[in-house]
């Protein structure tokens, strides 16, 4: 009698909730093959085609529609997003590694790590904005932005880290150590390739949530745009549909991470499960 | 100096002021098997972690083979130890497992193969040794566990309750082959259990612990009979307690006046006239008489006084075992077992009067201030 009525309300609700999730990017999917040069940014798709994507790669002749200004944005991104992964993955485990006894002062310590990931980034953008000024520093996304993206995704690392390690078992770390294998060897050869799918957790966190950020950025990288910036900027002036084209492409390359994030993650079980079927069999 | 390990006033105080182990003393020879036994948090596993170098030493000293070893780091003591939950390495195969101890001192490899190829066999565990080890049996596990503790030669192989995870047959089982794996190898053994059963059949010599305290040290047939404590009476085997004050001593007896009447036993550590005691009698030394068949009087007089009227409130054949159940005067009751042949009979079934005896020579006399 319940499921006859909660099903269905579920069922509209789950539908409802794609719908708003991938909706957006439907939309601009559709939109991204429409005619081109002279089709815009709206329905009715006028024609089929793929002028927008060879219009991002560079391959159709000169129009009045200038190349999208990001691939410098892009490379930046990239970059930053690569660097921030790194710091943030690094300080997350050692920090969570630190917080696994407790020590005078942790409390404290824990909600200020936490705290870089709960202030407006807008505000801490715009101060440190000012700070540098005062300072004397100049504004780069490799600098002072990189500092922002390392602050704000490093508590995320740390959380995802603290979490493993709560469920982790020291009496493997201690079983090592009895066997004359020294504390550094034992966290190398022991402990990180258990923890390892956290700090593959860890590491997308970082690397995605660095890619998109954008109010820390605006105030804080100065000259040089990074990807998101550049992409506002484009709005500024006039949209083509060679923008979604970009943002097709940018997506796909997400899950492309997210697959790669997957393979990583699975490999191990699958060749723990193989070896457990040669042993039954 | 033949001692492998030494305890010198072991003393471990938690952070939060807590204290942990006090006053530890024990010195241990070489190829000894030593259980230290007592209930959930009294300070055993502790220990046993303070000589792995797990945690730190408040006071006192730990020398192993002599040399002082407080503040060496738990890779550089000649100590390994076997945990209760196997702690083995998931992402390693069993051969890997068992060989690491070995990579990390950076043995040659064909030396290497050739001492885990010969521990792996001795434990029966050459078919599985290229398994991971998550899908293997608990027994299998334990079995790795302690490959790979004693492939690394350790002088002192410690043991936190490794038998507690598996089932009762295995444990049996396991316990025999530990037995005899240690009287093989001579390696001294460090066994952490809080059953009784497990410390009596495996272990040498057995440290009674409660509250942080050692209560007795004694080689298991000695712990059953002459219990040092009320603790250790109470913790170990089946005994029936008196309280009383001692009226008279010398060194082979010492008469102890009860509520129930004045009993003789044998002191343990000799108490003084008019200091109060405790008369400790194992259920195996009890005597059941039937009440019709003698008079008190004649029973007193074999047994030194030693006699107690009671009713058999249970009588349960247990194959040839008669388990009873008697209420002595006082409301107290005892519980013990005897053979069919000889306690089956009509005049000890349930509700009949009963006296109970035992030898003084069987009861243990202890200070009890």
Request: hydrophobic content about 45%.
């Amino acid at each position: 009698m319940q499921t006859t009525v909660i099903k269905p309300v579920l069922s509209v609700y789950t539908g409802l909730f794609l719908l708003f999730l991938y909706g957006p990017f439907v939309v601009l999917g559709i939109l991204s093959f429409q005619t081109g040069p002279n089709g815009g940014p709206q329905f009715p798709i006028i024609e089929w085609s793929t002028y927008w994507y060879q219009h991002v790669f560079g391959l159709t002749p000169p129009s009045r529609i200038a190349p999208l200004p990001i691939y410098e944005g892009l490379a930046r991104s990239l970059t930053l997003a690569f660097m921030t992964m790194i710091v943030s993955t690094v300080l997350g485990v050692m920090s969570a590694q630190a917080f696994r006894t407790k020590f005078k002062g942790s409390d404290a310590v824990f909600y200020l790590i936490v705290l870089g990931m709960m202030v407006p980034g807008v505000l801490v953008g715009l101060g440190l904005a000012l700070v540098a000024n005062i300072v004397g520093i100049d504004r780069t996304w490799w600098g002072t932005a990189f500092v922002l993206h390392v602050v704000y995704t490093f508590p995320f690392a740390f959380l995802v880290m603290l979490a493993i390690f709560n469920r982790f078992d020291s009496s493997v770390e201690e079983a090592a150590w009895s066997l004359g294998v020294s504390p550094i060897k034992t966290f190398r050869k022991v402990t990180f390739p258990l923890i390892f799918p956290g700090v593959l957790s860890a590491m997308l966190f970082a690397f995605t949530l660095s890619y998109d950020e954008f109010s820390r950025t605006l105030f804080a990288s100065g000259r040089d745009l990074t990807l998101p910036l550049a992409i506002y900027g484009t709005f500024s002036i006039e949209i083509h549909p060679n923008i979604f084209a970009f943002g097709v492409l940018t997506t796909l390359f997400s899950f492309s991470l997210l697959a790669v994030y997957a393979v990583l993650m699975t490999a191990s079980l699958r060749r723990a499960k193989r070896v457990a079927i040669q042993e039954d069999a | 100096m033949d001692h492998d390990l030494q305890l010198l006033n072991v003393g471990k105080v938690y952070d939060n002021g807590t204290p942990a182990v006090i006053d530890f003393n024990l010195d241990v020879k070489k190829g000894e098997f030593i259980a230290f036994l007592g209930p959930s948090g009294c300070g055993k596993t502790t220990t046993l972690r303070m000589i792995a170098g797990f945690e730190d030493i408040t006071s006192g000293d730990i020398l192993i083979r002599g040399r002082r070893i407080n503040d060496m780091p738990p890779e550089k003591r000649p100590t390994s130890m076997i945990f209760q939950n196997y702690a083995l390495f998931p992402h390693m195969s069993v051969r890997q497992n068992v060989g690491y101890g070995l990579d990390v001192k950076g043995m040659a490899k064909a030396e290497r193969d050739t001492k885990v190829d010969r521990i792996l066999d001795k434990l029966g565990l050459l078919d599985i040794a290229d398994a991971l080890t998550h899908k293997l049996s608990g027994g299998q596990r334990q079995r790795i566990a302690l490959a790979r503790g004693l492939v690394v030669e350790p002088d002192i192989l410690l043991l936190d309750e490794p038998l507690g995870a598996l089932d009762a047959n295995l444990r049996k089982a396991i316990q025999a082959e530990l037995k005899l794996l240690q009287r093989n190898l001579g390696i001294t053994f460090v066994f952490v259990t809080h059953a009784q059963s497990e410390a009596l059949t495996l272990s040498d010599r057995i440290v009674v612990m409660n509250q942080g305290r050692v209560e007795q040290i004694s080689a298991p047939a000695e712990l059953y009979t002459r219990p040092n404590t009320a603790f250790v009476a109470q913790f170990i085997g089946r005994n029936t307690i008196f309280d009383g004050t001692v009226l008279d001593e010398n060194s082979e007896q010492v008469k102890v006046e009860t509520p129930f009447g004045i009993f003789t036993g044998t002191p343990n550590k000799s108490p003084s006239a008019g200091r109060s005691a405790k008369i400790i009698i194992p259920s195996e030394s009890l005597e059941i008489h039937p009440a019709g068949s003698v008079t008190r009087d004649q029973i007193s007089a074999e047994y030194s006084g030693n006699v107690l009227p009671g009713v058999m409130e249970r009588a349960d054949v247990i194959g040839h075992l008669v388990q009873m159940s008697i209420t002595l005067v006082g409301g107290s009751s005892v519980l013990l077992e005897g053979h069919v042949e000889k306690y089956r009979r009509d005049d000890l079934k349930p509700l009949s009067d009963v006296l109970i005896s035992w030898k003084s020579k069987n009861a243990t006399v202890i200070s009890a201030g």
